[in-house]
Each structure stands twice: as structure tokens, then as C-alpha cells.
């Protein structure tokens, strides 16, 4: 519902964000936010993601990607859905600047092994440690993350950077 969004952006002003969600409810909710904060560096696009990053962002012009609780989509036969994908992760990449970062974050363990093999998989990016990365301090606890933690999930988080 764009509070991690606007948490983030509140937090770092000097920086402009690109919110790019498909649940029309989510962008209603950070469009309330940025009003109601006053936030001037969001934009926000409801489109899906795997086509705003391969038909409307540049090469190399994004400073960082956060990708917070995507869709675990746990049956098997569902996987096909998920976001972190091998290609759309090199595109995903391929957008990132030299030395620019992507972070997820999910509470789902399996897909944390999946994201981490995926991104680990994709020669542009290197993991900034050995395997997941403990909790940046400028990542807010979302909605999902509290849900996962009250049903006793684990969190994980992974940060590559763009080579």
C-alpha cells in the first residue's frame, strides 16, 4: 500500500524513487501517502514491472532496485509467475548502473533460495556477502514482513551489486 515506498523516500530526500506497481489499491495508498507527506521524489507508474523495466527504463539508469516481498506464488505450479526470473532479472540488471545495487527482501525461505541462485546465476551482478545479507537499516518493516514474522517465518534479504 506504498508505506515502505514512502517511508524509504521520506528517509532520503536527495534521491527520486520510481514506484512501479500493478495493484491499483497499492498505488491509491502511496498516491494518499505522497500527498499527505508532501513527498516531492516518487513517481509512480501502474503497469507491470517486467514491462516498464524492458520497454520504458534506459540501460544503466537506475542507482538501485528494491524489490520487498514480491509474490512467493508457492505452488509449484505457480512458479512461472514469479517476478525474479532469470531474464528479467539479467533486463533488471542490465538498467542498474556500474555499481549500483538491487535488494530483495521475502519471508518465503524456499524463494529466498531461488532469488539467491538467480541473481547469483546473472554474470552482471555480485553479492555483497556470502550468501543473505543482513537487514539494511533503511528498509522498513512492511506489512508482508510483519504478517511472515507473526506466522513465524524467517526474513531474508539479498543485496548484489551491478559490476
Do not use: C
Not at 532520503?12 to 524513487?17: A, E, H, K, T, V
Not at 538501485?64 to 509474490?71: A, E, K, L, R, T
Amino acid at each position: 500500500m506504498g508505506d515502505t515506498t514512502a517511508a524509504i523516500a521520506a528517509m532520503f530526500p536527495q534521491y527520486d524513487f520510481l514506484a512501479v506497481e500493478v495493484h491499483a489499491p497499492g498505488v491509491g495508498g502511496l498516491l494518499k501517502l505522497i500527498e499527505k507527506q508532501k513527498l516531492q521524489n516518487i513517481r509512480v507508474v501502474r503497469h507491470d514491472a517486467v514491462e516498464v523495466v524492458e520497454h520504458m527504463i534506459a540501460p544503466g539508469a537506475l542507482a538501485g532496485v528494491h524489490v520487498f516481498f514480491p509474490d512467493p506464488w508457492p505452488k509449484k505450479r505457480h512458479h512461472k509467475r514469479r517476478l525474479l526470473q532469470p531474464a528479467f532479472v539479467h533486463a533488471l540488471a542490465q538498467r542498474i548502473q556500474s555499481g549500483g545495487y538491487i535488494h530483495v527482501a521475502t519471508d518465503w525461505q524456499e524463494y529466498a533460495t531461488v532469488i539467491l541462485e538467480t541473481l547469483r546465476a546473472e554474470p552482471l551482478l555480485a553479492n555483497t556477502v556470502a550468501d543473505y545479507a543482513p537487514r539494511p537499516a533503511y528498509r522498513p518493516t512492511t506489512k508482508f514482513e510483519r504478517r511472515g514474522l507473526a506466522r513465524g517465518h524467517g526474513v531474508w534479504d539479498v543485496i548484489f551489486r551491478r559490476r
